[in-house]
């Protein structure tokens, strides 16, 4: 059982630096600036988070991070989930730098995770079609071999923080065999490339932005393949799982929040001569909604200790995880809504943000129906 | 991983799994077993006879210390104990419910040669226990209690009436909440005793459940005299007792006095369903419903998934509540999330297998074609207590909102 749930002194210290940083540097003022901002990323910010160590976290200390472990990449999370931090992190250190550590060359990973410990770059996949959905069939961007390098055309939907990206990890088709698993490859292609355009999507949580990219001849280097030619399948599954968790973590810092507000706001409100925390109705659905936390919570906290141990455990963990945060988020944030009233309904109140971002977090890779029949496979097979 | 603590855990899994083969009684877990009548003697010495065998073989008693005839053994040793035992299915323990709240009350409460007469007792199987603490007025509001309690000297003289005690039938001892005090504030005029069931002036007699069975009763109490020494707590006290005693069983054994303790109070309503899953995903494959396997159906399978998951949930929310316990940061009322879940859960999944039976859902025991000798509809109508017992699901959200969350109290 090395599975530690709770938190351990250094994480605690973790979790209240973060926590201090983001209401200092990440008040909602900022993140409203930020949703209007038609890159929303501020460079300023970035920096100080990579002046903290964030962006290099998981990274080991030669190559420019502080060596910390998965757990605490999820308790940051918690607190990005909390603030609704809007900015590239989830790109560029989920999406892309730990692929490239747990994939990468050893050249690969000497050239890009110290530039992104040190915040000279921000990344992004680009893994998504048509479909919107993280499924073998469905990628059909191509990448055909010239020489040493390849060229990539076609169009990838659902690319987060595009335009801050100074590389993204693209899911191109470089072979097509029965086996739709077969024949993907990842690249890291330079953002800036000519053939690349990107388009603004008109999502509904503009704390995460999301484009269109079209990709014309844009040339990429062979030596840019992470995970090995036509390999690429296993690779965007290990992202999936640890964005996952991640997605998981910033749910249970959300879904706090969102209580804590919502409980606050049933303190001071009055209706009827009394606060209307004296409601029982009220009481019970704030119940419901902190009693929905705390078990996301333990499965979020199974599900990152998993990944961190790389426990045999780790996929149902995660699945299940993902899957109770995300029936969570929604419940959380409709009460949250509901309890504020008319004023919980209008653009400038707060809740909004967690609602959108909670819809965000349930459907990217994979919403909570989508791994309950991961579950129900995997249960199956243990069956027997 | 650490396999070193990997390879603990598998032995110690090991060890219980081979312990249960050779101890469970003969035929247990196959068709051809008859399980004794629900609270019969029979069922009674089989229970008795159960929690002994775990006690000699050092199963029992994880949080207790040794000289109250515990083991202290590490609680992730509970908790691979408690998955096995609930994985196979073992006779009931009529000591379940001492262990949950009595051991937890005495722990907090009694004083020592209170502990060292009555603990070792319970754990062994040798006594068993009920809790005399809802009256016909005094359900939801425990502390409108009406049963009195007046001095005579060493003894205190008791008369009035419980209602709804489970184990009522079989119990030695009996846990007892009087009102001491008619002119104190609420709270501060009640008293808390234990008494000795075969003390004159007590009867009890049953009362039928919907289950059709009697696992609950009534107790009457006419001049009753309890000596003095079984007073726990102070006079006068007897709320703040009873609030331990509720904490302890809803946290499932652990409670405030594991708390006290800094001990693990990884529980055993956590973990007692989730042995129950595969069962589910087994019954579903098997069972063809207008033509196909309801494992096939797209709706069915999700849901028995979410019970899967609420399952896990709980587990490691119990493990969460066990830490946070043994740091000090856990005020006791978190034990009325895990219980309310746990309740709420055995509905969801009892009703689960009734829509998967279909007919079958009618079929008692005693009917040839019931489904587990009728034993899955018995558990669907006897969830239905589950989530009033120990406190409702409602009074249960009543503290969480206003203990944990700080909202104002009605
Ligand atoms: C299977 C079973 C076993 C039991 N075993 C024991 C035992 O061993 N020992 C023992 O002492 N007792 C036992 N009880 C009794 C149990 O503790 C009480 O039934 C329970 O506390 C509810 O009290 P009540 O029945 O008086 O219902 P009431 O308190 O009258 O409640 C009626 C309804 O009103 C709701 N309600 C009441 N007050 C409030 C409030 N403030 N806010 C919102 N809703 C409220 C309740 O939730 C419920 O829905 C057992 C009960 C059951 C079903």
């Known amino acids: 059982m090395a599975i530690e749930l709770g938190l351990k002194e250094e994480q605690e210290m973790l979790k209240t630096m973060a926590r201090d940083f983001l209401a200092n540097e990440c008040p909602k003022t900022f993140v409203r600036q930020m949703m209007d901002d038609e890159v929303g990323h501020s460079p300023e910010l970035w920096k100080k988070m990579a002046d903290l160590g964030w962006q290099g976290l998981v990274f080991p200390e030669e190559l420019g991070g502080s060596a910390m472990n998965f757990r605490d990449l999820c308790i940051l999370s918690e607190e990005m989930g909390r603030a609704v931090l809007p900015g590239p992190f989830y790109s560029t250190v989920v999406l892309v730098g730990l692929p490239i550590q747990d994939f990468g060359t050893e050249e690969q990973k000497q050239e890009f995770l110290p530039k992104i410990a040190s915040g000279e770059i921000a990344c992004t996949l680009a893994a998504l079609e048509e479909s919107g959905d993280l499924w073998a069939e469905d990628i059909s961007v191509k990448a055909l071999q010239r020489g040493d390098e ?29 086996n739709p698993e077969e024949g993907i490859t990842l690249f890291m292609v330079n953002a800036k490339e000519w053939g690349i355009y990107i388009q603004n999507m008109n999502v509904m949580d503009l704390t995460r932005k999301q484009y269109e990219v079209r990709f014309t001849n844009v040339p990429v280097s062979s030596k840019n393949i992470i995970g090995g030619l036509n390999e690429g399948w296993a690779v965007l599954q290990q992202i999936a799982l640890k964005a996952s ?26 209706q009827f001569g009394v606060v209307i925390g004296t409601f029982q109705a009220l009481k019970h659905r704030a119940a419901d909604m902190h009693v929905l936390m705390e078990y996301s919570r333990s499965l979020m906290e199974w599900a990152a200790e998993c990944v961190k141990e790389d426990h045999p455990d780790t996929e149902m963990a995660v699945a299940m995880a993902k899957s109770y945060c995300g029936d969570a988020i929604k419940f959380v944030t409709d009460a949250g809504v509901q309890l504020h009233g008319g004023i919980g309904f209008t653009w400038d109140h707060d809740m909004h943000l967690y609602f959108k971002r909670g819809r965000y977090n349930d459907t990217t890779f994979g919403d909570s129906n989508y791994y309950k029949e991961l579950i129900a496979n995997r249960l199956e097979a243990n069956l027997i | 991983m650490v396999t070193g603590e990997a390879e603990q855990t598998e032995a110690f899994r090991k060890e219980v799994r081979d312990w249960l083969i050779a101890n469970l009684p003969e035929k247990w877990g196959t068709p051809e077993y008859v399980a004794p009548e629900r609270f019969s003697q029979e069922a009674q010495d089989l229970g008795i006879s159960w929690t002994k065998r775990l006690y000699e073989a050092g199963y029992t008693g994880f949080n207790v210390p040794k000289e109250y005839g515990g083991i202290e053994r590490p609680g992730w040793q509970q908790a691979i104990l408690l998955e096995e035992l609930s994985r196979r299915g073992t006779p009931p323990g009529p000591q379940s419910l001492g262990q949950l709240m009595v051991i937890g009350t005495l722990m907090g409460w009694a004083s020592e040669e209170q502990k060292k007469r009555f603990i070792p007792k319970i754990l062994s199987g040798e006594e068993s226990w009920c809790e005399g603490f809802s009256e016909p007025n005094a359900g939801s509001d425990l502390a409108n209690v009406q049963t009195t309690a007046v001095r005579d000297g060493d003894e205190w003289v008791v008369n009035g009436q419980k209602c709804w005690t489970s184990m009522w039938k079989f119990a030695d001892w009996s846990l007892l909440v009087t009102k001491t005090d008619p002119n104190a504030p609420r709270h501060r005029n009640l008293t808390y005793f234990i008494f000795d069931t075969t003390t004159p002036g007590f009867s009890r007699r049953p009362l039928q459940q919907m289950t059709g069975e009697s696992e609950f009763g009534e107790m009457f109490f006419d001049d009753m005299r309890v000596p003095h020494e079984n007073m726990i707590g102070e006079e006068g006290r007897g709320w703040y007792v009873a609030m331990t005693t509720l904490a ?163």
């Open chain 1, 245 to 270: 968790a991640v997605l998981s973590a910033e749910m249970v810092g959300a879904g706090e929040m969102v209580t804590e507000m919502t409980v606050d706001y049933m303190k001071e409100r009055v």
């Open chain 2, 248 to 410: 302890a069983e809803r946290s499932g054994g652990g409670g405030a006095a594991a708390a006290a303790m800094g001990l693990s109070g990884y529980g055993g309503l956590i973990v007692r369903t989730l042995g129950g899953v595969d069962s589910l995903i087994e019954l579903a494959k098997k069972t063809k419903r207008y033509g196909k396997s309801l494992w096939d159906d797209v709706t069915f399978r999700q849901r028995i998934v979410q019970i899967a998951i609420e399952n896990q949930a709980s587990r490691y929310y119990g493990t969460r509540l066990g830490i946070a316990m043994r740091k000090g940061t856990a005020s006791g009322n978190e034990a009325s999330i895990a219980k309310n879940s746990q309740a709420e859960q055995r509905k969801r999944q009892g009703d689960m297998v009734m829509e998967i039976i279909g007919a079958y859902s009618q079929l008692m025991r005693g009917d040839p074609r019931a489904i587990d000798g009728g034993e899955q509809v018995y558990n669907m109508i006897r969830s239905r207590g589950a989530t009033i017992e120990m406190g409702t699901s409602e009074i249960n959200r009543n503290i969480i909102a206003e203990r944990i969350l700080g909202l104002p109290r009605a």
């Open chain 1, 150 to 178: 390849y060229v990539i055309n076609g169009t990838k939907l659902f690319v987060t923080d595009a335009r801050a990206a100074d590389y993204m990890l693209v899911a191109a088709r470089t072979k097509r065999t029965s």
